[in-house]
């Protein structure tokens, strides 16, 4: 059984404040795209430069946090997310330093590692202890040459049949461990694969796997589009998406008699004052009390922002799906810049699917449908992520910026040409007039920028 560091009660202390100093902000940030201000992270990168103390990693984003008084020096990856402590000239994972959504990453390490070795799955004597049931540090230890030893599952199908027979596979290895949340596997699918680079400097320091040089890039709209040039603008359109959604939500409530219902003359007149500038007046002028619906700034409502990423605006979460059919809709999909549409193209032998293992005790990964039902009076959901089966990850922001990545338990290539989807265009993206959520973006005065159909 692995021997975990000792640590003592100041030092429990000291790595749950470096939590607050350098999660805090980004965790309690309410608008979803503030959490990719871009002062968060040059502010973080100078301040940790500026104490010059091992400053060999930082090109890699991995940045120098604090020293506690054993001595030790603890590191923040802006990669991952994940805090390292250095002790004895070795990276562990530093424990209480990290928050509860950094543990989906150490499952998914768990997980890997279930999948590829036998030996690691044989049953075992497991004794109580003062971790709980941490995953993949109960089982691999904190070292983080053996916590990511194994590194991205890779496989490659010629055919649906193996692609599915993988996938099987894969789910049926896991359905032995105890910490495979609800037996569930999420997909992902693109047309090709991005990567992030890392040096081979900073990965044989922390003692990754070598293959950790190379990484998925699962990086977060809001990430990858957001800059110091445009910031304010992305945040004020982000306003907006929010604004149109609270719309929506309002127009399927019956509790004024119906009154806001798409196209009814409330409604029409609403579209044309939503933004933030001309709101609160109508609002105020407006005979029924609607403040609560509109005017509260949006507290990271998850269906918000799944709604925003889905209709083609920014934001933090990674959209993921449970139907791989779904998924491979995306990997021979693009979308035309022209028409602003999505077109079917034939498959490509760079397609690609990323699987996900929802692991126990998680918050971070969730379905479209508990998301909309934990407050739709009706329990319906928008046609095109009712139909798209959409579920989202959760937890990235600027000093983990691709984290998401590190959830990912297997990637699979397809080099075939017989694994195509069923789904089409149209059911992935149903018109104004299936779709009550998009005609309420479509019918925003003016136009919300970024919406495709």
């Known amino acids: ?129 003062k971790f709980g049931e941490i995953v993949s540090l109960y089982y691999l230890g904190t070292k983080l040459k053996d916590v990511f030893s194994v590194p991205f599952l890779e496989y490659t199908v010629s055919s649906r049949k193996e692609l599915e027979e993988t996938i099987n596979n894969i789910h049926g290895i896991l359905l032995n461990s105890k910490y495979y949340k609800n037996k569930k596997l999420w997909f992902r699918g693109q047309r090709k694969e991005y990567t992030v680079k890392c040096s081979e400097n900073t990965i044989n320091k922390l003692g990754f796997a070598s293959e950790f040089c190379e990484v998925p890039s699962l990086v977060p709209s809001a990430s990858r589009n957001i800059a110091n040039n445009n910031f304010s603008k992305l945040f004020h359109l982000n306003s907006i998406w929010d604004k149109a959604f609270k719309v929506w939500k309002l127009s399927q409530s019956s509790t004024f008699d ?25 609002v105020y002028n407006c005979k029924y009390d609607i403040y609560d619906y509109l005017i509260p700034e949006f507290q990271n409502d ?18 993921i799906t449970d139907d791989l059919d779904v998924a491979l809709f995306f990997t021979q999909s693009k979308l035309n810049i022209e028409k602003n549409k999505y077109e079917l193209c034939d498959p490509q032998n760079e397609n690609i699917i990323y699987l996900f293992a929802e692991p126990r005790n998680t918050s971070t990964y969730n379905s479209s449908e508990n998301v909309f039902f934990s407050y739709d009076e009706n329990n319906s959901l928008p046609k095109r992520i009712k139909n798209q089966k959409c579920g989202l990850l959760t937890g990235a922001h600027a000093l983990r910026y691709n984290t998401y990545a590190y959830r990912a338990i297997a990637k699979i290539h397809l080099h075939c040409s017989d694994a195509q989807t069923t789904k089409t265009v149209e059911e992935m993206f149903p018109s104004v007039k299936e779709d009550t959520l998009y005609r309420v973006f479509c019918d925003v005065e003016p136009k919300i920028e970024g919406l495709y159909g």
């Open 1 to 129: 059984m692995p021997v975990f560091y000792p640590l003592n009660k100041e030092q429990n202390l000291f790595e749950y404040k470096l939590i607050e100093e350098n999660y805090g902000y980004c965790n309690s940030i309410i608008n979803d795209v503030l959490k990719f201000d871009p002062y968060i992270f040059s502010n973080f990168k100078s301040t940790s430069i500026e104490k010059n103390v091992d400053n060999s990693m930082a090109d890699d984003n991995v940045f120098y946090l604090d020293t506690d008084k054993e001595g030790n020096n603890y590191y923040l990856d802006c990669n991952s997310g994940l805090m390292y402590i250095l002790i004895n000239g070795v990276f562990h994972v530093a424990f209480y330093a990290n928050d509860s959504s950094n543990f989906d990453l150490l499952d998914a390490a768990y997980f890997r590692k279930y999948i590829l070795d036998s030996e690691f799955r044989k049953p075992r004597l497991l004794a109580s202890n």
């Open 258 to 282: 119906n009154a806001f219902s798409i196209g009814q003359p409330l409604y029409r007149d609403l579209m044309k004052n939503i933004l933030p500038e001309k709101l609160i007046q109508f």
């Open 302 to 319: 998850q269906s918000s922002i799944l709604s925003t990423q889905q209709y083609g605006g920014y934001s933090s979460m990674l959209d």
